[in-house]
């Protein structure tokens, strides 16, 4: 007894594998996350800018000196201009989008190009950093001022920083490169 040929064909459709056959990239979910996530990031860039400025006047404050006082308007004023840059970069950030999925794309994309600027400006930021805060703790230990316990210590925190945000720099980029892939794929779909 043969079972119908129909029953059969279900049966046989039922138990292979189905791939996705419409993994269209939903540009307004991922619109969304990614507004949610880099406003996220932006307020607490600008907590952290506050945060780092609070930081240098308590310690001018509480330990006053003129090497003090040049560390203090150095972190004040690479703080400051970190902060200009993040709220020029991020200016797209608290518009609303156009309701069109074209200008979703466009949007999604601006901001995946920001996020490369925001890369490139922190790697330039890190380095200039790190040539001021190495020499000036070197120069601290030279002048003995600093014990070498605490030079070790300061460059050790130096490194590790250094190191922490080129992985998220690094992570980042790939991140946004990812992001701006998918897009290009979506909008060659659309022409097609």
Not at 4 to 13: C, F
Not at 43 to 51: D, E, Q
């Amino acid at each position: 007894m043969n079972p119908e040929p129909e029953l059969e064909a279900w049966r046989t459709a039922w138990q292979t594998p189905v791939e996705a056959e419409n993994k269209r990239f939903d540009i307004r979910g991922a619109q969304s996350r990614q507004e949610r996530r880099l406003r996220m990031q932006y307020v607490m860039g600008l907590a952290t800018s506050a945060a780092l400025i609070g930081l240098a006047l308590y310690v001018l404050h509480s330990n006053f000196s003129i090497e003090t006082a040049i560390w203090a308007a150095v972190v004040i004023l690479t703080t400051v201009g970190a902060t200009a840059f993040q709220v020029w970069n991020w200016r797209m950030l608290w518009t609303t989008a156009a309701r069109s999925v074209q200008d979703y794309a466009d949007l999604y994309e601006q901001r995946c190009l920001a996020t490369l600027r925001m890369v490139r400006f922190g790697y330039a930021l890190l380095a200039v950093q790190s040539s001021i805060a190495g020499p000036w703790l070197t120069w601290d230990f030279v002048r003995h001022e600093l014990s070498a316990a605490h030079f070790a210590i300061g460059m050790g925190i130096l490194a590790m920083l250094v190191l922490v945000f080129l992985v998220q720099f690094r992570k980042t980029r790939g991140r946004a490169l990812s992001e701006l892939r998918q897009v290009q794929d979506f909008r060659r779909e659309l022409r097609e």
